[in-house]
């Protein structure tokens, strides 16, 4: 057997913790899983409880393939024992391992909540690890988020590296977008001081949210969206465009946004 590579995680998790990346999963990532010989997707680090992992394996079912295969990981042996009453194979099905991924080759890796506990100078060397092992073409979507799921921050990585910084919020809670400085992933969020990119970024997405608040009484969706327009006008290179702008996200090009 290879041996898991990592430290257990802390494994706090809850039921919808992870719906807004793993809905932005379906939309961003469908193609390549609909495209892959082998849809096999690893929940790495899923914590305490399958719970996460049994929605992840859900809602690629239902958005993307019926035959998408989710391997949910843990180094913890009690965790991985206390999942398999959640087992569905071979459709869900619970290992033991770490970032050398048990020796799968996946089309794709999601890890929340699991690199927030690391120092920043090990965050490359697990990317590497992570990507090094995924089939040809597959991505890694690492991130963090809070433990209700309200706020959220994450990476889409492939070997080469970083490609994009999606920020996300459940807007009938967002007092202001600076709050989601608190779940920037682990590469930025001791960023977040003047200087840095990411710093910067908030900064404007903030002043922009202030901006639009003549658009409140029209309810948050309508103050986000200006809000993100303002940002994009402003020069930041925000993907997308309204149609995932309405769900509380914000996604832009890593270059715009890495550590200095």
């Given at each position: 057997m290879v041996r898991p590579q990592g430290v257990v995680t802390r494994g706090t998790t809850n039921p919808n913790r992870l719906r807004r990346v793993d809905n932005w999963i379906v939309e961003t990532c469908g193609g390549r899983l609909r495209d892959a010989a082998d849809p096999l997707v690893v929940d790495l680090g899923y914590g305490a409880t399958p719970v996460t992992a049994v929605e992840l394996r859900a809602r690629l079912a239902a958005g993307v393939r019926a035959d998408v295969r989710v391997v949910g990981l843990e180094i913890d042996p009690v965790r991985v024992a206390a999942a398999q009453p959640a087992a569905d194979p071979p459709w869900l099905t619970f290992a033991r391992g770490g970032f050398e991924l048990a020796g799968l080759q996946p089309a794709l890796v999601r890890a929340f909540n699991v690199l927030r506990q690391y120092d920043e100078a090990e965050v490359a060397a697990a990317w590497r690890a992570v990507t090094g092992r995924l089939a040809p073409g597959g991505l890694l979507v690492e991130g963090t988020c809070d433990e209700l799921g309200r706020l959220g921050g994450w990476l889409l990585i492939d070997p080469a590296g970083p490609r994009t910084l999606t920020l996300a919020a459940k807007l009938t809670t967002l007092g202001s977008p600076a709050e989601l400085a608190e779940r920037l992933p682990k590469a930025l969020i001791h960023r977040n001081v003047p200087g840095e990119a990411i710093h910067d970024l908030l900064r404007?997405?903030?002043?922009?949210?202030?901006?639009?608040?003549?658009?409140?009484?029209?309810?948050?969706?309508?103050?986000w969206l200006r809000a993100v327009a303002a940002v994009r006008d402003a020069g930041w290179p925000v993907a997308d465009g309204p149609r995932r702008w309405r769900h509380g996200e914000l996604t832009v090009d890593w270059s715009a946004v890495a550590p200095a």
């Open positions: 404007d997405l903030d002043d922009a949210w202030r901006s639009a608040a003549a658009y409140a009484p029209f309810g948050p969706r309508q103050r």
